[in-house]
């Protein structure tokens, strides 16, 4: 099993601007997922917690699990729809069994968190509950958190454990490995690591002997064919748009590091020196994948790029072009993208005689309202063998929809997220 630390943060007390701060320092310094959570039955409190939850989606990759209040089928599905891997549900007197039951047959067997608490002090009795646990894995649980932990019991409740165990709020001290060395136990929620250095915290892990998650070379950078200097270029991609952002040369050193760190260090011909990418500007490279070409003389490294990679202030340091012979771009997702981001501009700048602006004006409604139609324009379509009339429909159906998402404040990134999560189940 692979042990994981998730960081953990308390939304109830917290700006929506400081809780994304925090999820993205604890996903630059490693950490494996995140247990963000805010309890209040507060309606209104709710909803901005659920929409602080999305803007972090918008900006970490790491999974999340969410605990809100819920009471009914409707708050698991709006906490899912969030695009949150996991949505975490206290057990208590008023636990909503049935609802839980509802939100298993509908979101899987793979979306929901049990969390409990085991504090006798709290809870006014020692933890035993295995017949409970028994029988919210045949509903459908995928795990349990188990909150409040204290020692003499913790092997106990964890053994007992007919699921993975995540144990949140005992790591009052360095006992990481204690709990991590459980057989039961998958991860560890804490925020006792909150801006340290998680990777090294996960790599003296691996070191005992625990399978944590650490970037490992499938080589050794002896394997590699370098240059006169021992140095091999590296081309870096934006991980997503997959842009080409720049070029740098790697020692052994640099490339070490680099896997060490998770942060992309390079070394400098002109200094003679190794330097991390972002050390000085904060632009900070972090590393989602190294790959090597067919004579291993060349490395590509897609990245996740904070801010500019280049010194001029650019997105990419190829924005100078020399020539260009005119030719059309068929990347289906950079066109739906360019298609989307021109829509957005027509709505926060109109333009006199737009039938997008047109749309906007007149709302959701008509929005709607076209969509059906070009819905039906596409049953129709797909009846008749000239297929160029499908392809126009469904073109013009994507319009459409596309003027719906910039409306209700959905993007592409958002739709293909989702479709991707679902490859899992």
């Not at 068929?330 to 981001?341: A, C, G, H, M």
């Amino acid at each position: 099993m692979k042990k994981s630390i998730f960081g953990y943060i308390n939304a109830e007390t917290e700006y929506s601007a400081n809780v994304l701060d925090k999820a993205m320092a604890y996903e630059q310094n490693g950490a494996d997922g995140l247990y963000i959570y805010n309890y209040d039955p507060n309606e209104t409190e709710q909803m901005r917690f659920l929409e602080t939850v999305k803007m972090i989606l918008k900006k970490v990759d790491i999974p999340l699990a969410i605990g809100c209040h819920v009471k009914r089928f409707e708050d698991v599905k709006k906490a899912l729809y969030t695009g949150a891997e996991y949505a975490v549900l206290p057990y208590g007197k008023d636990f909503p069994e049935e609802e839980f039951k509802k939100a298993v047959d509908r979101f899987g067997r793979d979306k929901l968190l049990i969390e409990f608490n085991t504090d006798p002090e709290t809870t006014g009795h020692e933890f035993e509950n295995a017949s409970i646990l028994n029988r919210l894995k045949d509903d459908g649980a995928c795990g349990f958190i188990f909150k409040h932990v204290v020692p003499e019991n913790v092997k106990k409740i964890v053994k007992e454990s007919p699921l993975p165990v995540m144990i949140r709020d005992s790591l009052v001290r360095n006992d990481i490995e204690t709990l991590l060395s459980l057989d039961n136990v998958s991860a560890v929620l804490t925020n006792y690591y909150v801006g340290k250095n998680i990777i090294k915290v996960k790599r003296s892990l691996k070191d005992a002997g625990l399978d944590t998650k650490c970037l490992e070379s499938a080589m050794a950078f002896s394997s590699f064919k370098t240059n006169a200097e021992g140095l091999v270029p590296v081309v870096v991609q934006d991980y997503k748009t997959q842009e080409v952002l720049m070029v740098a040369y790697m020692n052994e050193e640099a490339y070490n590091k680099t896997i060490e760190t998770g942060r992309m260090t390079y070394y400098s011909r002109s200094r003679q020196e190794l330097w991390v990418k972002g050390e000085t500007s904060g632009h900070y490279q972090f590393l989602k994948e190294l790959r090597i070409d067919c004579d291993d003389d060349t490395i590509l490294a897609k990245v996740h790029q904070l801010g500019a990679a280049c010194h001029t202030g650019n997105v990419s340091c190829f924005f100078r072009e020399l020539c260009k012979k005119e030719y059309s771009d068929y990347n289906p997702l950079s066109v739906l993208t360019e298609d989307y981001n021109l829509i957005m501009d027509r709505k926060v700048n109109p333009k006199e005689g737009s039938y997008t602006n047109y749309l906007f004006d007149k709302g959701i409604d008509k929005i709607l309202k076209k969509c059906g139609e070009e819905a039906t324009e596409i049953t129709i379509a797909a009846k008749n063998p000239d297929r160029e009339e499908l392809k126009y429909e469904i073109a013009d159906y994507l319009y459409h929809l596309m003027v719906l998402m910039v409306e209700c404040d959905v993007d592409w990134n958002d739709i293909v997220k989702e479709l991707s999560n679902r490859r899992k189940s």
